[in-house]
């Protein structure tokens, strides 16, 4: 029987706790005695995985098979629908803070995590995975890196993380972590105004004042630190030190990047690599004109001026 023909009948095979390890044993037998199989056929083993893990209990790992199968059938509805009764259900309809930063400057994010508790306002501290945690009850390391250039993948993987621990219901303000809340009734208006709209928003950047080499003299990898940015320009995005995405955009941002993970690939910005999904999702930018808006200072000079 050759490979194909294995998989087919394996995938018509009701996983069961008594046949789950001989059927994990199958998946990676067949793998390991054929180096190419198809994408049409590799999925299935990784959903058959994700089955397996989850009859287990292992929810984690069950999840991350699924995501594995769905990038190599992004168009199938079914694996789609799968993942949606999978994640976690939640009536919650509120704002969500999430404070990018890293290991390097958490004194920084726990001030600011600060503000917001005493503002009463929900947030978590992202960092990546690869250093030291933050000792705090909020802080969530992802499976990212700590890195400037690996901004895209932590936030990503921080929406991602949110849309399947928290809820697909709630809204994400996403901040970095040298903004201050100063006007905390300021942040909840336009928060909840956000969420109604199920709104993209943010302040804009334009092709005018995008610097493609803002990234030289901080990325960890000596090569970056000399190669411009070199993807194009589709339409305005939200500047990065605070935008908002409401549930509506922020599932269409995990499923595109759950479907087809290479659009991060070359991707240095994490600001504009929403922008262009937003963009790619045909999802407008509602335009603001400062931080304030938010309630928010931002303590620092942006990359794309302001002070």
């Given at each position: 029987m050759n490979f194909s023909n294995q998989i087919v009948e394996l995938h018509e095979?009701?996983?069961?706790?008594?046949?789950a390890t001989a059927m994990m044993d199958i998946c990676a037998r067949i793998e390991q005695e054929n180096p190419y199989i198809p994408s049409d056929f590799k999925w299935i083993l990784d959903f058959k995985r994700f089955q397996i893990e989850r009859i287990r209990g292992e929810d984690a790992a069950a999840l991350?098979?699924?995501?594995?199968?769905?990038?190599?059938?992004?168009?199938?509805?079914?694996?789609?629908?799968?993942?949606?009764?999978?994640?976690?259900?939640?009536p919650a309809k509120a704002s969500l803070a999430l404070i990018i930063s890293c290991s390097r400057y958490q004194e920084t994010a726990l001030r600011l995590a600060e503000q917001f508790e005493d503002a009463q306002f929900?947030?978590?501290?992202?960092?990546?995975?690869?250093?030291?945690?933050?000792?705090?009850?909020?802080?969530?390391?992802?499976n990212a890196p700590d890195n400037y250039e690996g901004l895209p993948r932590k936030v990503t993987a921080a929406l991602h993380?949110?849309?399947?621990?928290?809820?697909?219901?709630?809204?994400?303000l996403k901040v970095d972590d040298d903004q201050s809340l100063v006007d905390p009734q300021q942040l909840k208006a336009s928060t909840f105004l956000l969420?109604?709209?199920?709104?993209?928003?943010?302040?804009?950047?334009?092709?005018?004042?995008?610097?493609?080499?803002?990234?030289?003299?901080?990325?960890?990898?000596?090569?970056?630190?000399?190669?411009?940015?070199?993807?194009?320009?589709?339409?305005?995005?939200?500047?990065?030190?605070?935008?908002?995405?409401?549930?509506?955009?922020?599932?269409k941002f995990v499923l595109a990047t759950m479907r087809f993970p290479g659009l991060l690939e070359g991707e240095y910005y994490e600001d504009k690599f929403v922008g262009d999904l937003m963009a790619l999702e045909d999802i407008p930018l509602v335009e603001l004109q400062s931080d304030s808006e938010f309630g928010l200072s931002l303590d620092h000079r942006h990359r794309f001026g302001g002070t």
């Amino acid at each position: 029987m050759n490979f194909s023909n294995q998989i087919v009948e394996l995938h018509e095979i009701a996983v069961t706790p008594d046949n789950a390890t001989a059927m994990m044993d199958i998946c990676a037998r067949i793998e390991q005695e054929n180096p190419y199989i198809p994408s049409d056929f590799k999925w299935i083993l990784d959903f058959k995985r994700f089955q397996i893990e989850r009859i287990r209990g292992e929810d984690a790992a069950a999840l991350v098979y699924l995501k594995a199968a769905i990038a190599l059938a992004p168009y199938r509805d079914d694996l789609l629908r799968v993942y949606r009764e999978a994640i976690v259900k939640t009536p919650a309809k509120a704002s969500l803070a999430l404070i990018i930063s890293c290991s390097r400057y958490q004194e920084t994010a726990l001030r600011l995590a600060e503000q917001f508790e005493d503002a009463q306002f929900p947030y978590l501290i992202v960092t990546g995975a690869d250093t030291s945690p933050i000792d705090h009850p909020r802080a969530v390391q992802v499976n990212a890196p700590d890195n400037y250039e690996g901004l895209p993948r932590k936030v990503t993987a921080a929406l991602h993380w949110v849309y399947e621990n928290v809820g697909s219901q709630v809204g994400i303000l996403k901040v970095d972590d040298d903004q201050s809340l100063v006007d905390p009734q300021q942040l909840k208006a336009s928060t909840f105004l956000l969420k109604e709209r199920d709104a993209y928003a943010g302040i804009p950047i334009t092709s005018l004042t995008h610097d493609r080499c803002w990234h030289w003299n901080k990325c960890e990898d000596p090569a970056l630190n000399r190669r411009a940015y070199g993807k194009p320009f589709y339409r305005p995005w939200a500047r990065g030190g605070a935008y908002y995405l409401g549930s509506g955009p922020l599932e269409k941002f995990v499923l595109a990047t759950m479907r087809f993970p290479g659009l991060l690939e070359g991707e240095y910005y994490e600001d504009k690599f929403v922008g262009d999904l937003m963009a790619l999702e045909d999802i407008p930018l509602v335009e603001l004109q400062s931080d304030s808006e938010f309630g928010l200072s931002l303590d620092h000079r942006h990359r794309f001026g302001g002070t």
